[in-house]
């Protein structure tokens, strides 16, 4: 960490300190917690004032960043005043939680990255903290996690946030896919073949019997390019974790159908959400084809995560995720999911990633009696987050063990996790089972107007809009250059990263 600070102290030496602190009131009255900003920017090394809004992003980063350090080697002092299981899941958690984020920040000081990368690692570290506090109160010790939070840190990213705001990047596609995906990726995506640096097989006849362990081998490798792990036809009872360091994974299975990853942990059982993952990836770059991703907690044990990504630039095609509620974490950072098939019924794709699901096939299974199924629980809490759901080109539809019982339960594209949701749904078919108002409420009008939820070109009996809620932040979207913003393009940047991958996308609407 003393690098870290190092580098941090050294932006100070290029700005003016002869400006009077009342010319920082003016930056700081433009942000959403300005007296926050005031207090940070008035103490300690910051006697000055930014002549550009370059100066006083970079400022307000240095004190997120140093703020952020601090509330870090506080949450680890904690960790012997736990006093059960449930206060140590929730405190393990966040300490993973505070190194990412302290990662997102390093990212956006250091890196010459454009405004868009910026505001998507911002996005990310704001969305840990949330993550963080989350654990606690879902396990029902929230009365540990005020030392915790008592640090300002959100505040102070949102206030950076609001600073970067309204930098949008035009997405291009090539061959289907976000430019973001490179040339020698797209080929791994769509090759018969691939040839693979570990092959993992539970009869022996690979490098490695576990998934775990060619994992492990991969961790050990020198350098950080693409890193491919054929895991042959089985099912893998396992946990995985593929973490910030394990940069360009790929895991390429024998079809969806054949390669299953499993495992149970749920709310439930005594895990966060965030920890019930059967896999969890946050190494950047990750990319998986042909694999399903399975939580079997089954509905009664609650939240129960099959795959959970903070990977940015993270690629799933041709992936099956199946779970009941919770089953697909789409956590933070940017992803793509391209032909895949996602089971589930309470909340079951949620979380704060600048996210496009395209050409997928959406199932609501039965769930417990009393329930609603809820296809989407977007958690994006800032308004400047460049986060969002975005469905295109997909179907929502009833699974066998819904259909029969179809008139029992009612399922709803999406509800308000967060004040400032957004999901859309573009030139999707909408089967018979999506109830008529389409949306569902969080808690009374929680979110209504801050909300954003919109509906473009839809089909299928499930479709007609003339029924659907009169929420303030919801829209039947009648613009083109509306809708835009939520293709590959426009949204996740993919002009720029998915053509490496080879997965096909289609670039606008």
């Known amino acids: ?63 997120a960043m140093e703020r952020a350090l601090n509330a870090e080697t506080r949450t ?57 506090r989350a654990g606690f109160v879902e396990l029902g010790v929230s009365d540990f996690v005020w030392p915790l939070m008592n640090n300002n840190v959100s505040k102070l990213i949102s206030n950076t946030l609001s600073v970067n705001s309204g930098s949008t990047e035009k997405q291009t596609y090539r ?37 775990k362990a060619a994992l492990d081998a991969a961790a050990t490798r020198s350098g950080s390019g693409r890193f491919v792990i054929h895991v042959k036809s089985g099912v893998y009872v396992e946990n995985i974790e593929i973490g910030n360091k394990m940069k360009n994974i790929m895991l390429v299975g ?18 966060t959400t965030f920890n019930s993952a059967t896999v969890a990836v946050t190494g950047e770059g990750f990319i998986a084809r042909g694999i399903t991703f399975r939580n079997t907690a089954g509905p009664e044990n609650h939240q129960a995560v099959a795959l959970r990504s903070g990977s940015d630039l993270s690629v799933f095609y041709r992936c099956g995720f199946e779970g009941y509620q919770d089953t697909l974490y ?25 996210v496009v699901l395209q050409n997928c096939m ?12 809820v296809v989407t629980a977007q958690g994006r809490t800032d308004p400047n987050q460049n986060t969002g759901i975005s469905i295109h080109n997909s179907r929502v539809m009833a699974s066998a063990d819904l259909k029969p019982v179809l008139s029992s339960f009612k399922t709803y594209l999406g509800r308000p996790w967060k004040q400032y949701s957004r999901t859309v749904y573009i030139q999707t078919y909408l089967d018979t089972l999506v109830d008529p108002a389409g949306w569902l409420e969080w808690d009374g009008n929680f979110a209504l107007d801050t909300l954003y939820y919109g509906e473009y070109k839809n089909s299928g009996p499930g479709s007609s809009t003339t ?8 829209r039947v979207i009648t613009s083109d250059t509306e809708a835009s913003q939520f293709s590959v393009a426009n949204f996740i940047a993919g002009q720029s990263w998915l053509p490496a991958t080879n997965v096909p996308f289609t670039s606008g609407l």
Not at 113 to 119: L, N, R, V
Not at 176 to 184: A, E, L, R, S
Not at 362 to 373: D, F, L
């Open 76 to 132: 680890k002092g904690l960790g012997s005043k736990c006093r059960n299981e449930h206060e140590k899941a929730a405190w393990a958690d966040c300490l993973k939680l505070y190194e990412s984020t302290i990662l997102q920040l390093n990212h956006t000081l250091t890196g010459k990255c454009s405004d868009f990368d910026a505001q998507t690692w911002l996005s990310t570290a704001l969305t840990n903290l949330d993550t963080c």
């Open 467 to 474: 029924g659907r809620v009169n929420w303030r932040g919801y």
């Open 175 to 211: 061959d289907g896919f976000p430019t973001w995906v490179k040339p020698g990726d797209r080929k791994l995506l769509q090759a018969s073949s691939v040839t693979a640096n570990l092959v993992v097989a539970q009869d022996g006849s690979g490098n490695h019997r576990t998934i």
């Open 362 to 373: 959406i199932y609501a299974r039965r769930p417990m009696s009393k329930q609603k199924n």
């Open 1 to 63: 960490m003393l690098e870290l600070f190092i580098l941090f102290v050294s932006f100070s030496s290029f700005l003016s300190s002869s400006l009077a602190s009342d010319d920082i009131n003016l930056w700081c009255n433009n942000t959403p917690y300005p007296e926050t900003c005031k207090y940070f920017m008035g103490h300690g090394s910051h006697h000055f004032a930014p002549k550009q809004k370059t100066e006083f992003r970079k400022m307000a980063m240095q004190v």
């Open 254 to 271: 024998d079809g969806l159908r054949n390669t299953i990853i499993t495992g149970s942990r749920s709310v439930g059982g005594g895990s």
């Open 330 to 354: 789409v956590h933070s950072q940017r992803q793509f999911y391209k032909e895949c098939y996602i089971y589930g019924t309470v909340d079951f794709i949620f979380g704060n990633a600048a």
